[in-house]
T-cell receptor
Framework: DQQVKQNSPSLSVQEGRISILNCDYTNSMFDYFLWYKKYPAEGPTFLISISSIKDKNEDGRFTVFLNKSAKHLSLHIVPSQPGDSAVYFCAASGYGGATNKLIFGTGTLLAVQP | DSGVTQTPKHLITATGQRVTLRCSPRSGDLSVYWYQQSLDQGLQFLIQYYNGEERAKGNILERFSAQQFPDLHSELNLSSLELGDSALYFC?????????????FGPGTRLLVL
């Protein structure tokens, strides 16, 4: 049972335009959400996070939006740059417990065309 | 560079064999996590350790075991290997293993079982 879903395996965007990556989750106990970026032959790198008490968090070109009622979050990258081309993983954690284990989606491959 | 190191980078072995994957966390981090990424799958949480003690367990097979040593490095042991165990295995670390701490990932070990 996939608790975190990224339904778009890939996305292609022109340089300078906005990239929007989407993620849905099913477990209402999740209270913390993260985006990781992964280049080939490297481990995932933390990008941005959001707590369930917020609906938006911004860090430079990256903004994450959380819609708790829809159990949906999205990552906006603007403007997109060729160096942003990577696989983006959405992840969730929390459960209100003591563990910090992450539940990941299957990833979206973003290609930013020059 | 996340500061998390994993060895070996690549491992090729045969079915039925046993292998050990090694991880050194970032300096100062007490908690270590193991994740498995199979083909077309997101990262699946296997197990978490904090300061030598197991803290959380995911869908880790009984053929797999892990431990964290007094110097905080961790090893993941995979035995009676099957073709389906071929995957990327990532180690991550965080300071205290608490909820909402950022996890820093190593570059991974690619395991191929023939």
């Amino acid at each position: 049972d996939q608790q975190v879903k990224q339904n778009s395996p890939s996305l292609s965007v022109q340089e300078g335009r906005i990239s929007i990556l989407n993620c849905d989750y099913t477990n209402s106990m999740f209270d913390y959400f993260l985006w990781y970026k992964k280049y080939p032959a490297e481990g995932p790198t933390f990008l941005i996070s959001i707590s369930s008490i917020k609906d938006k968090n911004e860090d430079g070109r990256f903004t994450v939006f959380l819609n708790k009622s829809a159990k949906h979050l999205s990552l906006h990258i603007v403007p997109s740059q060729p160096g942003d081309s990577a696989v983006y993983f959405c992840a969730a954690s929390g459960y209100g417990g003591a563990t910090n284990k992450l539940i990941f989606g299957t990833g979206t491959l973003l290609a930013v065309q020059p | 560079d996340s500061g998390v190191t994993q060895t070996p980078k690549h491992l090729i072995t045969a079915t039925g064999q046993r292998v050990t994957l090694r991880c050194s966390p970032r300096s100062g981090d007490l908690s270590v996590y193991w994740y498995q990424q199979s083909l077309d799958q997101g990262l699946q949480f296997l197990i978490q350790y904090y300061n030598g003690e197991e803290r959380a367990k995911g869908n880790i097979l009984e053929r797999f075991s892990a431990q964290q040593f007094p110097d905080l490095h961790s090893e993941l042991n995979l035995s009676s290997l099957e073709l389906g165990d071929s995957a990327l295995y990532f180690c991550a670390s965080s300071e205290q293993g608490l909820v909402q701490e950022t996890q820093y990932f190593g570059p991974g070990t690619r395991l191929l079982v023939l």
